[in-house]
């Protein structure tokens, strides 16, 4: 297994096309507003390091009996499930940001019960293919991403009738020896910081899509393909000099990106699913039914740090006794473990695949989402609600610093500042403004993209959950059981 060190300096030896403010990145590793994002997936390698962890982090391959992260598992019971979340929030908690590398793992287990039912049905290799190079994966302990969410263009038409057949990832030309393919995946959680991809259809398709039907993998440095990097609320901040505070969390951050493939060579042996149009639906919703678990762990693992957040402004304040703060830091933690309690509840209730891996309760796994994209705004709402005004009003830390005298008897701007912000007797006003703009990142800041907005659209927006639960909630049955009751024949 890799390092965190050894993982960064991976990343050193592609040649990923980065653009970003309109310019190619050429060293996009030590790049000031990525680097955070870097280290938020180098997360995932030293906590794995750490022995105390060791259970949560680490598993043995089914496919290999190797020791390995579990990042790159296929899940083989619901116990798997369960420490799954657990990894999730963990990992939340050491980084309040996105730490990206669970896409692929999501990936990994759609696409490897998928393949086996595409095979089942056709004869093909796909599950050969992919279980070779999941073992590659596992082996070299490598992040890979997850990428589904296709631009979409009008919304009204399917793929094959897009004025524009770009707006989902499709075959432009069949080879012997593979496919070249085209398209843009959005808003990829990761895609910079990982050292391979997976592309997988985005819905459901009926014939006439057949060349948008596909699935593989790809080398992230791959002829062809790049990104442009998404731009988060606050992100030039990372720029600025003597902002280490102003930036809420200087050391970890999450990272999204537009991924372009313009004709990508991609061999048969990286293929997973090509013109079999009837299995998209299934690989898509494997895929949002574990990304919808994910959330009921790392969004609550992040929730956790705006609760301690929240009660430390609290404590600044001198508030920290007051009954109202304390029923709102209880509500907040109620709201924060009932989606902890839905992302446990879906993989406890898992179940074993044809392929043999283990895949969520499709049901509960919606619930826990669309709890996610309703709860963390709540949460957000009463942190700032405890939290203050000033948590978006503070002077900058430059300010906090500054040695210009303003005042009459030549008082500094730092000195005022100083002066008229402190609380508490033991409180020093560096610790209120390194609480209240940590605050303010994960609710509006760089981070917030996590919390917040994420937490509405990843993993499919608010509908896409509603759709699945009126699809799995069997409302036949409870009609039934009602006119059982009451007699009705
Ligand atoms: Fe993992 Fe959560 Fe980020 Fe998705 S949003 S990649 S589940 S940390
Ligand atoms: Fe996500």
Known sequence: MKTAQEYIESLRQLKTRVYMFGEKIDNWVDHPMIRPSINCVAMTYAVA??????????????????????????????????????????????????????????????????????????????????????????????????????PKGDRSKAPHDQADPDMYVHVVERRPDGIVVCGAKCHQTGSVNSHWHIFMPTISMGEADKDWAVSFACPTDAEGMYMIYGRQSCDTRKLEEDASIDVGNAKFGGQEALVVLDHVFIPNEYIFLNGEYEFAGMMVERFAGYHRQSYGGCKVGVGDVVIGATALAAE???????????????????????????????????????????????????????NVTRFPYEIVRLAEDVAGGLMVTMPSQKDFHSETVVGRNGETIGEICNKYFKTKEDVSTEDRQRVLRFLENMCLGAAAVGYRTESMHGAGSPQAQRIMIARQGNIQAKKQLAKDIAGIQ
């Open 49 to 150: 390091e750490d022995p105390q962890y060791a259970d949560l982090m680490t598993v043995t391959s089914s496919l290999t009996g190797h020791k390995i992260n579990r990042f790159t598992h296929l899940h083989q019971s619901t116990e798997d499930l369960i420490n799954k979340v657990k990894m999730q929030r963990l990992l939340g908690q050491k980084t309040a940001s996105c730490f990206q590398r669970c896409v692929g793992m999501d990936s990994f287990n759609a696409v490897f019960s998928t393949t086996y039912e595409v095979d089942e049905k056709y004869g093909t290799h796909y599950h050969e293919n992919f279980k070779k190079f999941l073992t590659y994966i596992q082996d070299e302990d490598l992040v890979v991403d997850g990428a589904m969410t296709d």
């Open 316 to 370: 600044y304040n001198g508030v920290e006794k007051a009954s109202a703060v304390k029923d709102k830091l209880i509500e907040m933690t109620h709201l924060n473990e009932t989606l902890y309690c839905c992302g446990i509840a879906c993989s406890s209730q898992g179940f074993k695949t044809k392929a043999g891996n283990y895949q969520i309760d499709l049901l509960l796994a919606n619930v826990c989402k669309q």
